[in-house]
C-alpha cells in the first residue's frame, strides 16, 4: 500500500515538473502569438489620445482585441435594445477597428513587404533539402549498418568525427567553393551543400541495424534488386527513423541565418529569417510586425511537427542498438 502511494507520488511530482517545463517551453511561442495580435492602436469616445497595448507597461498577457471587441458588443446589443442608433453605431465601427487594427501587421506582411515570395523561397528550399537528405543520409545509412566491406567502421568513424568540426570554421572554404562554381546569389548555394548531413548518416545508421537481415535475405531470394530491396522494404520499415531525421532537417533549413544572408544579394531570392531581418534593419518594422512575422515562420514547422510527431519518439529511441 505504501510502495502504491509512494510511486502515485512520485509519477504526480513527474507530472508536475513536465507540465511547468511545457508551460515555459510554449511562453516564447505563446508571446510571439499574442504580441503579433496585440492592438496597437484603441482609442474609445472617453479617451484623450489612442493607446497601445504592445508596449503596454505592465505588458499584457493576452490580445487586448478579445475583451474589448466583446466589450463593444455587448454595448452594441444594449444600444440596439435601447434604440440607440447613435450608440448603435459607434460600437459596430468600434468592432471593426479592433478587428482590423487586431490583423493590420499581416495585412501589411503580404500586402506592402514580399514575405509571400520569402515564405516561398523557405518552403522549397526546406523541402528539397528535407527530401535529399532523407535519400542520401538513408542510403549511406543502410550501407554502412547492412553492407559489410573492409574499413566500414572506419569510414563510419571519419564521418562521425567531422561532427566536431564547427560550421564557421568551413564557412570561408564554402563560400570559395560555391563562388568558384558561380553559383552566388542563387538558391542552389543553399540547397548544393545541405544536401546531405553527418547527424543524418548516424541517425539512420543506427536506425538501420533494427532491421532484420532476414527480411532483406527474403527480398532477394524472391528476385528482388538491391535497389527495389531497400526502396521497397527498408525505407517503409525505417519510417519513424525518417520522420524524426526530416523534422531535424526541416526545422535547421528553415530557421538557416547565416549562409543564406552571406551567399543571397537578391531581394527576391531572400528566405524568410533573412527578410525578416532585413525589415529590422530598414527600420521599417514595428514590434508588432516583427512578431507578425516570426508567427508567420513558425507555423510551417509547428504543422510539421503535429503531422509527424507519432513517428518522432519511435524514431530517436527503437534505433538505439548495439552492433
Excluded: C
Aim: neutral net charge; charged residues 15%.
Amino acid at each position: 500500500m505504501k510502495k502504491n502511494s509512494f510511486n502515485g507520488l512520485n509519477k504526480l511530482i513527474i507530472y508536475v515538473l513536465l507540465t511547468i517545463f511545457a508551460v515555459v517551453s510554449l511562453l516564447p511561442l505563446y508571446w510571439v502569438f499574442s504580441t503579433s495580435l496585440q492592438l496597437s492602436s484603441y482609442q474609445s469616445k472617453d479617451m484623450e489620445r489612442p493607446i497601445s497595448y504592445v508596449d503596454a507597461n505592465p505588458p499584457k498577457m493576452y490580445p487586448m482585441g478579445i475583451p474589448l471587441y466583446f466589450e463593444h458588443w455587448s454595448g452594441a446589443r444594449e444600444a440596439k435594445k435601447a434604440d440607440n442608433i447613435e450608440d448603435e453605431t459607434y460600437h459596430r465601427e468600434m468592432m471593426e477597428h479592433i478587428v482590423d487594427n487586431t490583423f493590420s501587421s499581416f495585412k501589411s506582411l503580404f500586402q506592402k513587404h514580399d514575405i509571400g515570395k520569402w515564405f516561398f523561397n523557405s518552403l522549397y528550399i526546406s523541402v528539397v533539402v528535407t527530401f535529399g537528405i532523407l535519400l542520401i543520409d538513408s542510403m549511406a545509412g543502410y550501407v554502412l549498418a547492412k553492407k559489410k566491406f573492409p574499413g566500414r567502421n572506419l569510414i563510419f568513424w571519419i564521418i562521425i568525427s567531422t561532427m566536431m568540426i564547427p560550421g564557421q570554421v568551413t564557412l570561408v572554404p564554402l563560400f570559395m567553393m560555391i563562388r568558384d562554381l558561380e553559383l552566388m546569389d542563387t538558391h542552389w548555394a543553399l540547397i548544393l551543400p545541405d544536401l546531405s548531413m553527418v547527424f543524418g548518416v548516424f541517425l539512420m545508421r543506427q536506425f538501420m541495424y533494427s532491421i532484420p537481415d532476414e527480411l532483406l535475405e527474403a527480398a532477394r531470394m524472391d528476385g528482388a534488386s538491391e535497389w527495389r530491396t531497400f526502396w521497397t522494404v527498408v525505407l517503409p520499415l525505417a519510417k519513424p527513423g525518417l520522420a524524426a531525421l526530416g523534422i531535424f532537417t526541416f526545422m535547421n533549413v528553415w530557421n538557416s541565418f547565416l549562409w543564406p544572408i552571406i551567399v543571397l544579394n537578391s531581394a527576391e531570392l531572400y528566405t524568410l529569417p533573412v527578410g525578416l531581418k532585413t525589415l529590422q534593419d530598414a527600420n521599417l518594422a514595428s514590434f508588432k510586425l516583427l512578431m507578425s512575422g516570426a508567427a508567420v515562420a513558425a507555423i510551417p514547422m509547428i504543422i510539421v511537427f503535429i503531422l509527424f510527431q507519432r513517428y518522432f519518439v519511435k524514431g530517436l529511441t527503437i534505433g538505439g542498438v548495439k552492433e
